[in-house]
């Protein structure tokens, strides 16, 4: 009881009653966001002649792994993941470099037309993603680039160039100047600086960029829709929506899926989550 | 095995090799001009920024303002499915495109202001839900108590989960009989619910999605705001015998603005352009919640009509362009941008 009541009587002045009632809200709140969550997992262990069921226990009673078993072995389920991967990851690449490059330029020269382009780069966050689809599937389609690898890297690299160019500017700014001309002094090149001194420091921020460029195209279902329709180019957003779109029988490869993709990414993004929300101030705090 | 096999992985690591192996070339011998040109032949002194965008630069004016200028031409031309190779262009296309938008059914039936008007009713409840449950949350977990981190981090599961999957889980759960929102509004003596069907239900399924979706980013950015507070200014207040809401309206509230203020603005933006939740929580596709980007889709890629979708973007887009003008009227939202 005296523990009970020292947990409840921490902080402040408040009562044993709000307390509670804090605590009851929060429990409420984390049970909204996480059962939905809860229910893939349980759903994915259900054995196929279970699925449609209206058992809500998280974890059924004669749990399988069947599901998983036939995800890899009647689905190319491993195919998606990879056509997924190798797209994210030269997205990224390319888009961290180019964006890295620019934003140095925007932080330390006070150049011509740097003020009209900082300008466009937010004013290319406001235009609707579906807008830009019909040009781009046209212009694909006559470049032939429908179907391939090559052409969704390119277009998911540049459309996050301007977030990552605002995130790494930001950065950059923070960065003293006096390094920069000390090393110059030292007969180092502008270059050489921003290479040695500039990039080693903003290590953090890029990685930031670098996970909001991967983030963009991993989880992007829409440019990924109208570009791939190949069978061996799916990724394994538009791979997850096939199998919801086939019988209901499948919902339990769904959920296994679902899972197998959530824990990776989830893991990542719990890890990274405080500086995720630091890159995100970083910008508008220090722009 | 995962229909992954050693010929996929050989091509596909080819084609992106190929493809970087280029874009190096490309990109070499556009900074080597750009080094020629203005820095030996002119003696530029911003010769070193210019080569630093240039990549950049050239990227976007290949895949931004060409694909918009693309999309200009289109809306003057009636470009379909049936005339994808030789359509025709010119000022009366434009002008059929344009009036069709607002006299003819965008879709099947939906018109454009209903749309339109639903596109505000939505990005209206979706930027008041974030903000005050995410607000109300924030509230909370910003006191010293025993198990706040676990309560943090629980709450932020939404944002953690891949959109695509969220939705695609929030979808199957609201079918009629398996889905468990049904199964408890049963249990507990309620009629279920045919979300998937009823057109009132199911914008209020995409809307419900969404709200579980928004609401921890928005807990998040809020949180981070009350922490940057000075706890001086609430020792003050209470000095001053001010209540709680007091508190509250006169020293939290300002004192969030300037993290609030561009977390609304980008919410409400980010929300008027939302495709993933009102695009697949709607499966049997009603007309009746589809809001603007939706349609658009719809009109572009079902329906096959480009030159009339092209125009349609570009009204979307000037009406984004009308907020964001009127924003930056009023709040000067752009001097950040000039300061350094």
């Known amino acids: 009881m005296k523990g009970i009541k020292r947990f409840f009587y921490r902080s402040r002045g408040d009562s044993p009653f709000k307390r509670v009632l804090i605590h009851l809200v ?28 209206t058992d809500l226990s998280i974890i059924p009673k004669d749990a399988t792994f069947e599901n998983f078993r036939r995800l890899f072995t009647e689905k190319d389920f491993l195919l998606w993941v990879w056509n997924s991967l190798i797209i994210t990851i030269t997205t990224a690449t390319i888009g961290v470099i180019i964006a890295s490059a620019s934003a140095y330029a925007f932080s330390r020269w006070k150049f011509p037309g740097r003020n009209a382009g900082m300008v466009f780069l937010l004013s290319t966050q406001m235009i609707p993603a579906a807008m830009m689809m019909v040009p781009i599937y046209i212009i694909a389609a006559k470049l032939q680039l429908i179907n391939t690898y090559r052409g969704l890297a390119l277009a998911y690299s540049v459309t996050s160039v301007p977030f990552s160019v605002w995130i790494l500017k930001g950065y950059y700014d923070t960065i003293p100047r006096e390094l920069e001309e000390a090393a110059m002094i030292d007969g180092m090149s502008q270059m050489g600086t921003f290479y040695r001194i500039i990039l080693p420091l903003a290590a953090p921020a890029l990685a930031i960029a670098f996970l909001f460029n991967f983030m963009n195209a991993w989880n992007d279902y829409m440019l990924a829709r109208i570009m791939l329709q190949k069978r061996e180019m799916l990724t394994w957003t538009l ?16 959920a296994a899926a679902s899972l197998l993709i959530i824990l990776p990414v989830g893991g990542l993004f719990f890890y990274s989550s405080k500086w995720l929300v630091s890159g995100l101030t970083l910008g508008s705090v220090k722009g | 095995m995962g229909g992954l096999t050693g010929k996929i992985i050989a091509q ?32 530029y002194r911003y010769t070193l920024p210019y080569m630093l965008i240039a990549p950049a630069a050239i990227g976007l004016a290949l895949l931004v303002i060409y694909p918009i200028g693309y999309e200009v031409r289109l809306a003057f031309s009636n470009m379909s499915l049936r005339s994808f190779k030789n359509p025709e262009f010119g000022l009366d296309q434009a002008w059929r495109n344009f009036r069709m938008i607002f006299t003819q059914p965008v879709l099947k039936q939906a018109m454009f202001f209903p749309l339109f ?6 990005t209206v409840i979706q930027v008041t839900s974030h903000v005050v449950f995410g607000m109300c949350l924030a509230l909370l977990l910003h006191r010293p108590m025993k198990l706040r981190g676990l309560y943090q981090a629980l709450i932020i599961v939404p944002w953690a989960i891949p959109q695509v999957i969220a939705v695609l889980t929030w979808r199957n759960e609201f079918h009629f009989e398996y889905g468990f929102i049904n199964i408890m509004l049963t249990r507990i003596g309620l009629n279920a619910v045919s979300w998937k069907t009823n057109p009132f239900w199911n914008f209020a399924a995409v809307n419900l999605t969404n709200i579980w979706l928004g609401v921890p980013f928005m807990m998040v950015i809020i949180l981070g705001g009350l922490q940057s507070i000075s706890k001086s200014y609430y020792e003050a207040a209470e000095i001053d015998g001010a209540s709680g809401w007091k508190r509250f309206r006169s020293v939290t509230l300002p004192l969030l603005q300037p993290v609030l203020t561009p977390a609304i603005i980008l919410g409400t933006i980010w929300t008027f352009n939302l495709f993933n939740v009102p695009f697949l929580i709607n499966q049997y596709e009603l007309e009746t919640s589809d809001i603007l980007v939706t349609a658009l889709f719809r009109a572009a890629f079902e329906y096959n009509r480009y030159g009339f979708a092209a125009a349609f973007a570009l009204v979307i887009f000037a009406i984004l362009f009308v907020f964001s003008v009127v924003y930056i ?3 000067g939202g752009l001097k950040g941008v000039y300061e350094r």
């Open chain 1, 26 to 53: 929060l429990i409420i709140a984390c049970a909204i966001a996480i059962y939905p969550a809860l229910r893939i997992l349980s759903v994915s262990l259900r054995p196929g002649n279970r699925l449609l069921s």
């Open chain 1, 239 to 254: 791979g997850l929506f096939r199998l919801q779109d086939q019988f209901q029988t499948e919902w339990g490869m769904y």
């Open chain 2, 12 to 43: 596909s690591l080819g084609q992106v090799g190929s493809t970087l192996a280029f874009l190096i070339l490309v990109i070499a011998v556009v900074e080597v001009l750009l080094y020629l040109i203005l820095g030996k032949a002119l003696k």
């Open chain 2, 117 to 122: 008007l639903r596109t505000i009713l939505w």
């Open chain 2, 329 to 331: 009227k009023l709040t």
